[in-house]
């Protein structure tokens, strides 16, 4: 039953030059799962989502996504692009367009949405972020949460199959770090299929369905949140565990 | 006075260098003021007034009986109407262009239309008006046409470049530094001068293009070169996020560039771009070489006739004065636009690295 499964990395393996980034990846998410990838930094977690939606090329083994292979092939690359969504640590919201326009623009040019349409579903998304009213402020206007909230939303207007997160409350003030988290547990408990690079524990107890830990470009455990915050099978996800938790 | 005290007299070195200047200034400022205004002559029927005042106060009246000729060169006296139409066309092109509601592709269009309108005035041979060969185009209006369509055409052609020089296939990027260094390579008379002696000795024989077109051609080819590394300089200050986020949203190349990338560089770029322009429009000056007329070499021309021959110094000071006239107000320009986009670009570029700290 391969189409249980919407992304499926097998062997996958990417260097840097001399450096190897990811080795022997094999991963299977099946639809509407949600996936919390830990590890130290450093440890390959950001290399791997960005193979899924090919940020970054895997130089050899399979990714699919979808049922469609990710291969050279730029139309086939931007298809999968427009039904992953992609949440970054630094937002990276186009500073020279409105939130409103952030989240159309996609929409309109990717997938010849009309325009009226487009700003509907827009400030239907903003609403859902909980913040209609920034809807026609510049990014650099918004706080850190909100950026991050106007970021998913540009993300979820494209209606993505799948959503990728990239750290994505890292960059912000402790007291936005919830109101970030608020929506993307949200969006986990609508069915959305996640995965998820974040130190937020917390998060990763309440929303995943697995841990995924990596450490040296590999994944070295992956369990059940219960089972790898109350017995992690690893050292190294032991060692893991108490730098994080320890303080 | 305490603003005196602070920035004019704040230390004895200070003080004497204020001194020095306010003595300077003393002996310089009104015997200039005495001879540009007070003693001026700034009408005379011919140059007999201005011959015998000349040391003593300066003859306007000169750059008031020359006029048409700076303005137009030797273009039909009767049709002077065309190329002053011209001109308004021209400023009015640079109006609209400034002003930021009017960013929308649709100016494109609006360039396209007022350059034609300027074709036609000026060459005429449709719709009842005259033909005038570009011989006798000159003066300012020359200087303004050939600054006007140079970046008209030479923006267009640096953007392309500027992104091949980006380029990942070895070919278009390869071809573009190719260009871009080779142009800026040479001097831009050494430029005209080619386009002007060199280029027919190329042509087939039979074949010719005018000398305006070829120096026309020259000055944007010029142009594009260096517009093209300051449109470069943009794209640079891009962040890699940027592109990233364009990426994952599964925008094509070209939607990218032009709906994500271009529009933020360019904003970036505005203050070297205009800095650009800015001495553009003074190198056309450089066409007195290859015998083209424009604002420069008509003074000169106008210069050489016996009676008004002498009065180089007002000449010169009224050409520096419209020169300046047009590069001091870009110069302003550019500064307004810069404070106004920091309320976008800048700021969010501080936010981010507040945010980082």
């Not at chain 1, 062997?11 to 130290?40: H, S």
């Not at chain 2, 190329?83 to 640079?94: E, F, G, N, S, T």
């Not at chain 2, 594009?224 to 300089?233: H, K, N, Q």
């Amino acid at each position: 039953m391969p189409d249980q499964f919407i992304i499926e990395l097998q062997a996958v393996n990417k260097w840097f030059g001399a450096f190897q980034a990811l080795r022997n990846i094999d991963l299977k998410v099946a639809r509407g799962e949600k996936i919390v990838v830990c590890g130290p930094s450093g440890s390959g977690k950001s290399t791997m989502i960005r193979v899924i939606n090919r940020l970054e090329a895997h130089q050899s083994g399979r990714v699919l996504v979808d049922g469609t292979e990710l291969t050279g092939d730029l139309r086939a690359i931007e298809t999968i692009r427009s039904e992953v969504g992609m949440v970054f640590q630094q937002f990276n919201l186009f500073p020279h367009l409105t939130a409103l326009e952030n989240l159309t623009l996609a929409p309109i040019w990717v997938r010849r949405m009309p325009r009226r349409e487009a700003e509907a579903l827009a400030l239907q998304l903003l609403e859902r972020v909980r913040i209609p009213e920034q809807a026609h402020k510049y990014p650099a206007q918004l706080s850190g949460g909100q950026q991050q909230r106007v970021a998913i939303a540009r993300a979820l207007a494209m209606r993505p199959k799948i959503m990728l997160f990239d750290e994505p409350t890292s960059a912000l003030d402790p007291e936005m770090i919830k109101e970030v988290l608020d929506v993307m547990v949200e969006l986990a408990r609508e069915g959305m299929t996640m995965v998820v690079v974040t130190h937020e524990m917390g998060f990763a107890r309440t929303v995943a369905d697995r841990v995924c830990f990596m450490d040296a470009g590999e994944i070295v455990e992956t369990a059940p949140p219960a089972q790898f915050f109350g017995a992690p099978r690893t050292g190294r996800a032991k060692l893991f565990l108490s730098q994080i938790l320890g303080h | 006075m305490s603003w005196l005290r602070a920035n004019l007299f704040s230390s004895w070195p200070n003080a004497i260098v204020t001194l020095l200047a306010l003595w300077l200034l003393w002996r310089v400022l009104p015997p200039f003021v005495d001879w540009a205004f007070l003693d001026a002559i700034w009408s005379a029927p011919d140059s007999k007034a201005c011959r015998a005042a000349k040391g003593e106060g300066a003859c306007w009246a000169f750059i008031a009986e020359k006029h048409r000729f700076i303005l137009f060169g030797t273009y039909p006296y009767e049709e002077h109407w065309r190329p002053a139409l011209c001109i308004l066309v021209m400023l009015a092109l640079y109006a609209v262009s400034a002003l930021r509601r009017f960013w929308r592709p649709r100016l494109v269009l609006f360039w396209l239309a007022g350059l034609a309108a300027v074709g036609v005035l000026m060459w005429g041979g449709v719709f009842g008006l005259g033909y005038v060969e570009n011989e006798r185009w000159g003066g300012l209006m020359l200087t303004l046409l050939l600054a006007t369509f140079g970046i008209a055409f030479a923006f267009p052609l640096a953007i392309p470049l500027a992104l091949g020089r980006r380029s990942q296939l070895p070919v278009v990027r390869g071809f573009c530094v190719g260009y871009i260094e080779l142009i800026r390579g040479v001097p831009l008379i050494s430029l005209l001068f080619m386009a002007s002696v060199m280029l027919p000795l190329f042509l087939p024989a039979g074949v010719t293009i005018d000398k305006l077109l070829r120096a026309q051609i020259a000055m944007i080819l010029f142009a594009a070169a260096y517009l093209a590394e300051v449109v470069r300089g943009g794209l640079q200050a891009i962040p890699h996020g940027q592109v990233e986020a364009a990426d994952a949203l599964g925008l094509s190349y070209w939607k990218k560039t032009a709906l994500v990338v271009l529009p933020q560089a360019l904003r970036i770029a505005i203050p070297p771009l205009v800095n650009t322009f800015i001495a553009f429009f003074k190198d056309t000056s450089l066409v007195l070489i290859i015998g083209l007329f424009d604002l420069l070499t008509s003074i000169k021309v106008s210069l050489q006739e016996p009676a008004w021959a002498g009065f180089g110094v007002e000449a010169y000071i009224f050409a520096s004065l419209v020169y300046f006239v047009f590069c001091f107000t870009m110069s302003r320009y550019s500064q307004g636009l810069e404070r106004d986009l920091s309320g976008q670009l800048r700021l969010g570029a501080k936010a981010g690295a507040l945010r980082d700290a």
